[in-house]
């Protein structure tokens, strides 16, 4: 095993800032170092919108724990398939499944008017929209262009930035001083910026556990951890999943939201996988980068079925972790068992995954921060490539007007018919949709590669 940075895996075009590369041979101490840190930066996130609708729908503890676990193994399920692309599933890339938080809003109706047995069918039912759109991806290329992905990447950057804040000005725990989530954010990205700033390759691919690390020390040390009688200790020592736990149900009146939801949720997992196949230095237009967007189109629909029959809620490629890809330096798709395997086990033993939870939310938001910026960034990366003309200017700044100003008017949104409602209040589906739109519609060629051999 060549443990060099320099190993010949990495293609020609690997990024000078890259360390190992997509099909680069990565030595067993720095994969699990830098896979730990790739589940630290999505973990909170694939567990959050299970929580967030047991807390609205009023579900009773052992179903919120059933979610969770599901929503681990789902994470799980989809990481191996994205990583290890067996025929023509998965993307091929370094990339990471976590629930998405698009179908929230559907969610909460659906489970309102029907329970679980709806949600899930719901989920089910319009899953196939992925599945059947995939084989279709390379003769839609006049429709998802880089102009169009760049927006949406970009949005999705700056949609979740907020909720990172809302973590750090969280309360930290019961006596903390008001400023405590601001000093310990402060001390993870101090300790982040640090690690970056040293001319070490080992300071590099652990800064994110490192910052991690000082934040959770610094807290324990000033008392703001929970104790360990505040963690489940009635919890089931493994969780196995069960096939369809709550029945499924169908409703067509709810049924075009959550179709379109998910062809939104492709689309946000086109442009994750088009800022992750560039930062890996693979080109992001022709006939190969199409088909890593099919397979991972596939291997996300095939998630999102699995889950809802064994009673969890849909899954999308996640952006955050292109952050992560970005500060250590490492792109090689061979982590990804590794971290299929860390998933699995935080979704089979809740005890476990109950620990990683316990990190204070100020510190897994100061990390989030950094990370969703380096999404952002992503995105404006893109734009770059495809160059910023008037056209291309006019179209970015109207989607992002959408996808940032509209969601700030709810009293407006609801005025709304509940299929543009649903939409319109995801500023990434929003600002999305309108940069498509415009893209097929104003005066000019829609931006595509003019080499590209596939046309």
């Keep these: ?82 990583t290890t692309r067996p025929g023509p599933v998965g993307s091929g890339l370094l990339s990471v499944t976590g629930t998405s938080f698009s179908f929230l809003q559907p969610l909460v109706a659906a489970g309102q008017a029907g329970g679980p047995a709806l949600m899930l069918g719901l989920s089910l039912a319009a899953a196939p929209v992925q599945l059947a759109l995939a084989p279709f991806l390379p003769r839609l290329r006049q429709v998802f262009t880089p102009l169009v992905c760049g927006v949406v990447v970009l949005l999705i950057g700056l949609t979740l930035i907020p909720s990172a804040l809302f973590g750090i000005v969280a309360p930290v725990a019961p006596g903390a001083p008001a400023w405590a989530g601001g000093a310990l ?37 000033a008392g703001w951890l929970p104790t360990p009688a505040a ?28 179709a379109f939801i998910y062809l939104v949720s492709l689309l946000e997992a086109m442009g994750d996988m088009t800022a992750t196949a560039q930062l890996s230095g693979l080109p992001t237009e022709g006939p190969e980068h199409w088909r890593r967007l099919r397979g991972g189109i596939l291997a996300d629909g095939l998630t999102s079925l699995t889950s809802a029959l064994f009673g969890g809620f849909p899954s999308t490629t996640y952006a955050q972790n292109n952050g992560v890809i970005q500060i250590t330096g490492v792109a090689s798709r061979r982590l990804g068992p590794i971290m299929a395997a860390i998933l699995a086990l935080l979704g089979l033993f809740p005890l476990v995954g109950q620990l990683v939870t316990a990190i204070p939310p100020a510190v897994i938001g100061a990390l989030a921060l950094v990370l969703f910026g380096l999404v952002a960034a992503s995105g404006l990366r893109l734009l770059a490539g495809v160059g910023l003309t008037q056209r291309t200017c006019l179209i970015v700044a109207l989607s992002l007007a ?28 929003g600002g999305g949709l309108v940069a498509l739109t415009l893209n097929l519609v104003l005066p000019g060629a829609p931006l595509t590669s003019q080499t590209d051999p596939a046309r």
């Design 1 to 82: 095993m060549d443990s060099h940075p320099t190993d010949p895996a990495t293609s020609p075009a690997t990024p000078p800032a890259l360390i190992y590369g997509l099909e680069a041979r990565v030595p067993a101490s720095v994969a699990w170092v830098v896979s730990l840190q790739h589940v630290a930066a999505m973990v909170v996130g694939t567990i959050t919108p299970p929580l967030i609708l047991a807390g609205i729908l009023k579900f009773s503890a052992a179903d919120t724990a059933a979610f969770v676990s599901i929503a681990l193994l789902a994470s799980a399920l989809g990481t191996l398939l994205q």
């Design 185 to 221: 954010a402060a001390l993870v990205i101090g300790v982040l910026l640090v690690a970056q700033a040293i001319p070490r390759t080992w300071a590099r691919l652990g800064g994110v556990l490192f910052g991690m690390g000082a934040g959770t020390v610094a807290a324990a040390l």
């Design 231 to 258: 963690t489940n200790t009635a919890a089931p020592w493994i969780a196995l999943p069960h096939w369809l736990p709550h029945g499924l149900a169908f409703d067509w009146a709810l049924f075009l939201p959550f």
């Design 402 to 429: 959408a996808g940032l100003g509209l969601p700030s008017q709810p009293e407006w949104l609801k005025t709304l018919p509940d299929i543009l409602r649903s939409v319109f209040e995801s500023g990434i589906a």
